[in-house]
Structure formats: structure tokens, C-alpha cells
């Protein structure tokens, strides 16, 4: 009796959630096309992988399994028989969603079945090859029986180097992503092996550390280097191997310091001229020692506007060459790479520099970020030789600046002639204490009539929590010189306001100004401007208290 109870309740629910009979169910009433497009989002195993291509793949957090493509796509199959049939019907999806991860159970039952459920569809395969993991042989399986229908791989760990270094030796026809964040130590190679069989014609993402030969066809159709070690090259070897990547479009170089050069023409960097890679956008460099890259900064001619992150630790002392040479290549770069911004952002503090640099156009946010240890910033200027670098043209059109100083330089010529020359600036974005430091700067400048800024109208105000509304404050003192040059700030917004709403509205009318309250990127005047303030009042009972602050 209780069996024939559950066999009721079991076809009972079979019918509630059956596509065909809850036509109210909004899902349920997509067609069979929209639905595949959605299994298919969901069923990509290396959705946090190419994400993530600024991460070292073996930092990359795989997907929790519970969250993971091949977890997602086999609940979607349970829900109802609709479904299933759709995704039992799609052996693409189950194709795309192997997460090593999600196949570690004790028997090979599922695994076989994922596997059957695939087809003859090319496969993406996630994973991390480690310890006594039961989906060890099935991989193993894969390498040996359905290499050439691998599309995407993206692999770390220490296991099964041998058999994955035998499979890197065969020809690839269907491999179009190549991930290893893995290192083939004590891997016997034979002189004779090719990587990739030298076969590879569909190859276009590739991140390895030491894998790509000039004299291998596959390399020249790639568009995507990531985490290419600078060390395993002289700066000409490197050179001659991009250029002959016309496609490549993103290059990500890492590492400390170049291979020593050879002493033969060839190996001379002094014999290498500028390097084309018209399809590059986007150029990552990031090391110990960033001055490593000057060559690099200097030699490579890449699209216009193409977007930079340079990153580096100066973890030893750096003498004044060869601060003034990267600041040289930086301005070499952007001769090279003619740039458009519509935002520019500029942090000085005592052991950093950060320039922040948005192209209208780019998919990236470059920035130039040196961390100083140890040395005297001050001393070598090379904060305002970075300034130096940009081109006056480009810094003269940007519409959006942001400014974070903790002190101002002893020499501040380049950084007033970087100031005069943001002549189309419409918006501002500081915080306090760089207001303060850019108002002692106007201030010491007053006297020859300098007045820059003449297309200011909006400042953003990133407040924090020990800032104030003082008379004698900074942004007192911002707005009064302004109104007294006859430039005024037609709209002051400030973000994550924490004071008295008043006192703000206040200081606003005072100046003749509209103000704005941010939370994120969400502006409001409504909240600041009530209909029911009266305001001549609140001017008479409130300047008192901003006299007393």
C-alpha cells in the first residue's frame, strides 16, 4: 500500500511538472530553441577560466560543484521529461561542461555516461590533475582515445605529466584553447618531439610557460598569449616571435628579467628594429622589475589605442637611468600606439604611483601601477616622469580625470604643466586630502593668474569617514576659488556622504551649486533637495555652525 502511494505521488508530480500540461509556468512557455540557448550558457566548463585570464590559472577557484556546468546541466535534465529530451537531444552542451571536478566519483558509471551523452561533439575539459583522484584514468582515457576532439583545455597539477606531455606531442586539428598551469620537470621528452605535432591550425588562445617555438607553424594564427615568461628568452628571440603573430590581439609577458643576449648579430638587441603587431589591443607586462620591459615598451608597435597594464615591485635599488628610460619607453609606446581616452586617473602616494588610463573603446582598463621599496620616490622624480610621458595632445582632450595624492613632489613643474594642459576636463574626482594637496598647489600659483581647469564644471567628492565641511576646508577653499575666477562648479556630487545632509545642502547654495548624492554610480539630488526646505532659513540658521567648524 505505501508503495502504491508513492508510485501515485511520484507520476502525480511527474505530471505537475510536465512542460506540457503547466502552460502558466512562464519557463515552461519558451520554445524549444530559447531553451537550448540557455542550457548552452550554462553548460560551458571554462565560463571561470576565460574570465579570469589575468589570473594565474592554478589561482584561478574552480566553480563550486554545485554550481559548476556539468552539476547545472544534469539538474536541468531531471527537472521534467521536456527537458530532458532537449538536453539528451544536445550532446554539444554535455560536450562543453566536463569539469574533472564533477567526475570524481567512486564508480566509472557516470563518468562513462557523460561521456556517451557527448558524442562524437568536440569537448572542453577543466580540471585539476592531483592526488588519487578517481577521474585520473578517465582522463587518461581522453588523452589517449579522443585527443583530436579536444577544443578547449584548461589544466593544472602535478599529476599524469608523463601522458599529458605524450598527448601535447600530437597533432591538435580541433584545438582552439590551450590552458597548462603546470610544469613538466622530470618528464623524459625524445629530441624528436614537435609540441602539437606542429598541428594545431585552429589554435588561437595559448597560455604555457614555455611552449611556443618561431619554428612551429601553429604559434603564427594565435591571438591570445597569456602569462608568457620573459625568462626563457632574449629580448631579440622574444621579438622575432611576435612578429610574425599578426593576429595576436592580447599579449600578457611576466616574470623577472630577460635571458642574457648572445653575442652573435642575431642574438643583439642593437641589430632589432621596431616590431608590428597591428592586431594587438591589449599588452600586459608584470614583474619584479619592470624596467625588464623597456625594450619591450620601445620596440613593439601595436594597434592604435591599444590598451597597457604595466605592473612591477621596484624590490631593489633603481638607479635614475633606468627610471628616466621606462619613463622614456612609456612616451615611445604611446607615440607608437596613438591614444584616445576619455579617462585618465593619476595616484601619487609614498610608495606607489598609478596611472589609471580608459580608452573610449577597450574591453580592459589599462593602468600603470610601480610600487616603490626602497627607493626615495622624491629623489628620482619618476612620478612626474611618468606624467612626462603622455602625450600633451590626447591629455588635453581627456573629459575625466581623477587625482589621488598623499603629498605634492618637491619638484612640481611637470606636474603643474600636466594640470594646465586638462583643458577639456569637465568632471573631477577627488577625494579630501588630495583636494587639500591640489589646493596648496593653485595656491602658491595664484599670483602669476593661473587658473586652470577652464571646462570644470562637476566634482565628485569620494568621501570618507574623518572628512569635513569646515570653512577653512578644502572644498570650501576649491569652490570659493573657482567662484572667484568666475568658473564656478555647476554641480558638486559626493559619494557615500556621511554627514549632515544640511550642512551639504547648505554649503551647495551657498555656492550656487547643484548637488548630488552617490551610492556606487547611482546619483540623487531628490534626496539632498527636499520641496519642503526652506532655504533662505536654512542659510540663516546653518552658515553659523559651518563658522564653527
Not at 510536465?18 to 548552452?40: A, C, Q, W
Not at 563518468?111 to 578517465?138: I, Q
Not at 601595436?302 to 633603481?318: F, H, K, R, S, T
Request: hydrophobic residues 40%; glycine residues 6%.
Amino acid at each position: 500500500m505505501p508503495t502504491d502511494g508513492l508510485k501515485k505521488r511520484r507520476h502525480s508530480m511527474e505530471i505537475n511538472i510536465s512542460g506540457v500540461l503547466l502552460t502558466d509556468t512562464p519557463i515552461n512557455k519558451l520554445s524549444t530553441e530559447i531553451l537550448v540557448n540557455i542550457f548552452s550558457l550554462n553548460g560551458h566548463a571554462d565560463a571561470c577560466y576565460i574570465d579570469l585570464i589575468n589570473t594565474a590559472i592554478d589561482d584561478i577557484v574552480p566553480t563550486p560543484e554545485h554550481e559548476a556546468a556539468l552539476t547545472v546541466t544534469r539538474s536541468s535534465s531531471q527537472v521534467c521529461h521536456h527537458w530532458r529530451e532537449i538536453l539528451l537531444d544536445s550532446p554539444k552542451i554535455w560536450a562543453t561542461s566536463l569539469d574533472l571536478h564533477c567526475l570524481d566519483q567512486a564508480s566509472d558509471e557516470w563518468r562513462n555516461e557523460v561521456l556517451r551523452r557527448t558524442g562524437n561533439r568536440l569537448l572542453t575539459v577543466v580540471g585539476t590533475l592531483t592526488g588519487e583522484k578517481h577521474y585520473l584514468d578517465f582522463f587518461k582515457e581522453i588523452l589517449a582515445n579522443h585527443w583530436t576532439r579536444i577544443r578547449r583545455l584548461f589544466l593544472c597539477g602535478s599529476a599524469l605529466k608523463s601522458e599529458l606531455w605524450a598527448a601535447l606531442q600530437r597533432p591538435s586539428p580541433n584545438m582552439e584553447l590551450l590552458a597548462l598551469g603546470m610544469i613538466f620537470h622530470g618528464v623524459k621528452a625524445d629530441e624528436n618531439d614537435v609540441f602539437l605535432g606542429d598541428y594545431a591550425p585552429r589554435l588561437v588562445g595559448f597560455r604555457a610557460r614555455r611552449f611556443i617555438d618561431p619554428d612551429l607553424s601553429w604559434y603564427r594564427n594565435i591571438r591570445e598569449v597569456w602569462d608568457l615568461p620573459i625568462d626563457v628568452f632574449n629580448v631579440p628571440e622574444l621579438l622575432h616571435l611576435l612578429s610574425n603573430m599578426k593576429y595576436l590581439e592580447l599579449l600578457k609577458l611576466s616574470g623577472h628579467v630577460f635571458l642574457e643576449e648572445s653575442d652573435d648579430e642575431d642574438g643583439n638587441i642593437s641589430s632589432v628594429g621596431p616590431v608590428s603587431i597591428p592586431s594587438l589591443k591589449f599588452l600586459s607586462l608584470f614583474g619584479t622589475a619592470p624596467f625588464s620591459f623597456i625594450p619591450i615598451l620601445l620596440l613593439l608597435v601595436p594597434a592604435p589605442n591599444c590598451a597597457l597594464q604595466l605592473e612591477g615591485n621596484c624590490e631593489e635599488n633603481v638607479s635614475a637611468d633606468e627610471l628616466e628610460g621606462l619613463a622614456a619607453a612609456l612616451s615611445t609606446f604611446f607615440h607608437n600606439s596613438p591614444q584616445k581616452w576619455s579617462h585618465l586617473g593619476y595616484g601619487l602616494q609614498e610608495s606607489m604611483c598609478h596611472l589609471n588610463l580608459d580608452p573610449t573603446r577597450s574591453d580592459f582598463r589599462p593602468f600603470v601601477s610601480i610600487h616603490n621599496i626602497d627607493n626615495d620616490w622624491d629623489e628620482s622624480h619618476f612620478p612626474c616622469l611618468i606624467l612626462k610621458a603622455l602625450p600633451p595632445k590626447q591629455v588635453s582632450m581627456v573629459k575625466e580625470v581623477s587625482l589621488s595624492f598623499s603629498y605634492l613632489p618637491s619638484v612640481t613643474s611637470v606636474l603643474e604643466e600636466f594640470l594646465d594642459r586638462l583643458l577639456k576636463m569637465e568632471l573631477l574626482s577627488i577625494d579630501m586630502g588630495t583636494l587639500g594637496v591640489l589646493n596648496e598647489l593653485l595656491e602658491d600659483r595664484k599670483e602669476v593668474g593661473c587658473h586652470p581647469f577652464p571646462c570644470l564644471g562637476t566634482v565628485s567628492i569620494r568621501w570618507e569617514e574623518n572628512d569635513s565641511l569646515a570653512r577653512d576646508g578644502p572644498l570650501h577653499q576649491f569652490l570659493s576659488r573657482r567662484r572667484d575666477v568666475g568658473s564656478r562648479i555647476r554641480i558638486l556630487q559626493v559619494h557615500n556622504y556621511q554627514g549632515n545632509p544640511e550642512l551639504l545642502v547648505t554649503l551647495a547654495k551657498m555656492f550656487e551649486t547643484k548637488l548630488e548624492l552617490g551610492d556606487g554610480d547611482i546619483w540623487s539630488e531628490q534626496v539632498l533637495f527636499p520641496s519642503e526646505i526652506d532655504y533662505e532659513s536654512a542659510m540663516a540658521g546653518i552658515v553659523n555652525e559651518l563658522d564653527l567648524l
